[in-house]
Every structure is written in structure tokens, then in C-alpha cells.
């Protein structure tokens, strides 16, 4: 069985009656029943971290037993520990997967990994928005329609500025006209990232089922695997 952790600042959820009435119980729950359904609850141990608890919840004992990593923030992200940012860094490496979710791509993790501002447009106005598969074959778009259509979401757009992605498997389309790169897939020493656009604390993006087929499918890809043993530094 392997264990998946949902890091989420928790504070729109406890300061805005907005999202607070879609996530009472914050994103992070609301993700992680994702993978406590009937579906997925015997292949997954599901556990939640937030950024007040000590260590930010993720301490070494928890990020060793970690094989996939959701991140969630948005307004918080100066405050989270360098020291944090390099044990996650460092289990990446090692071959735990992240998720990385919506405004994560400002995350001091994310930005570390890519090695570039991660800044991009948006726009919050309800727009919209079109999510496209324009990698029909790559598992994480498994089981999906040619796109997805969320009615209200925040809009973000292109310029992006990541890295090119090893995959891009989403593309999104706003009514506005912008269009942003929204399911870009990167490996970073062993490990996997993949990067998802959709899940504006405002609007109940979590509730898309749709949208959770991604997740559960980007989980699937993310997950550590077995290879060959890697060693580095002087040969005896």
C-alpha cells in the first residue's frame, strides 16, 4: 500500500466564508477523499499535513514514509521553512512523487525544482474554462473526454515561465482567449512532478469528477518506481 500526503496552507478555508462554505473541512480533506473512496481506499494510505502544524506536518519521519506528495498553497508561501523546502527537495529526488496543485506553481518547492519564477497571467473573474487533452495516450489523461469544462474558474495564462515540460498532456482554454499550459509532467533526480492548473479555492473544482480522474491518474504516474540503484562519487 502506498502513502500518499495532502499538504494545504489552511488558511482561505478558516479566513474567507467563500471557501469556507466549499471546503469546510479545508481542500485538503476535500482532496484527500479523493483517495479514501470505495475505488482507491485499498491502495492507498491517505494522511494530511498543514503549514501551522510543527514542522509545517511534514517532518523527516512523515516525509520518509511519503511516496506521493499533494501540494496546495496560495497566499502563504513565504512562510514555509527553508528547511522544509529541502527535505522535500531531497525526497523528490530520491523518488517520492509531487503533485503540485493550481497555485503551487509560486510554491518555494516548485520554483526550487523548475529553477525559474514559475510566474505567469491571471485573471480572477469566473471565466469559463476548457481543459484539453492534447496527449490522449499519456496515462494521466486515461479515461478522459477530448476536455473537460469547468463553468467558473480563476483564469491563468500564458507566458508561463517553466521549463519545457517532458509531457504536456493539458491545455487550457478561457473564453477570455488566453490559453496556459495546465498538465505539464517533469522528472526531477528519481522522482516524478506533475503540475495541475485547476482548483481556485472559490469554485468547487475538487467536486469535478472529471477532475479527480486526473488526480487519481496523476497520483498513479507519480508514484515511485523500482529501478536500478543509484550511486554517486568516487569508485573504489
Not at 494530511?48 to 516525509?63: F, K
Not at 496543485?101 to 469559463?128: N, P, V
Request: proline share 5%.
Amino acid at each position: 500500500m502506498r502513502t500518499i500526503t495532502i499538504w494545504n496552507e489552511f488558511r482561505h478555508e478558516r479566513e474567507d466564508d467563500e471557501a469556507a462554505a466549499i471546503y469546510p473541512d479545508g481542500i485538503h480533506e476535500a482532496l484527500a477523499e479523493i483517495f479514501r473512496s470505495e475505488e482507491t481506499a485499498a491502495e492507498y494510505e491517505v494522511q494530511t499535513a498543514t503549514l501551522d502544524e510543527p514542522e509545517h506536518g511534514l517532518t523527516e519521519e512523515v516525509l520518509d514514509g511519503t511516496d506521493i506528495l499533494l501540494w496546495w498553497g496560495h497566499e502563504a508561501h513565504d512562510e514555509v521553512a527553508a528547511e522544509i523546502v529541502d527535505r522535500v527537495q531531497e525526497r523528490v529526488l530520491e523518488g517520492m512523487g509531487l503533485l503540485a496543485l493550481h497555485s503551487a506553481h509560486y510554491s518555494k518547492i516548485f520554483k526550487r525544482l523548475m529553477g525559474t519564477t514559475c510566474s505567469l497571467q491571471w485573471r480572477e473573474d469566473g471565466a469559463t474554462e476548457r481543459l484539453w487533452v492534447v496527449d490522449p495516450g499519456h496515462p494521466i489523461t486515461d479515461g478522459l473526454e477530448e476536455c473537460i469544462e469547468l463553468p467558473e474558474t480563476e483564469m491563468y495564462g500564458e507566458p508561463f515561465d517553466v521549463p519545457e515540460p517532458d509531457k504536456l498532456v493539458l491545455t487550457s482554454w478561457f473564453e477570455g482567449g488566453e490559453v496556459f499550459r495546465s498538465g505539464c509532467c517533469y522528472r526531477r533526480g528519481s522522482g516524478r512532478i506533475f503540475y495541475f492548473r485547476p482548483g481556485h479555492e472559490t469554485y468547487p473544482i475538487y467536486e469535478n469528477k472529471e477532475i479527480q480522474q486526473v488526480l487519481r491518474n496523476a497520483v498513479e504516474w507519480v508514484s515511485p518506481r523500482e529501478g536500478a540503484p543509484r550511486s554517486f562519487g568516487e569508485r573504489a
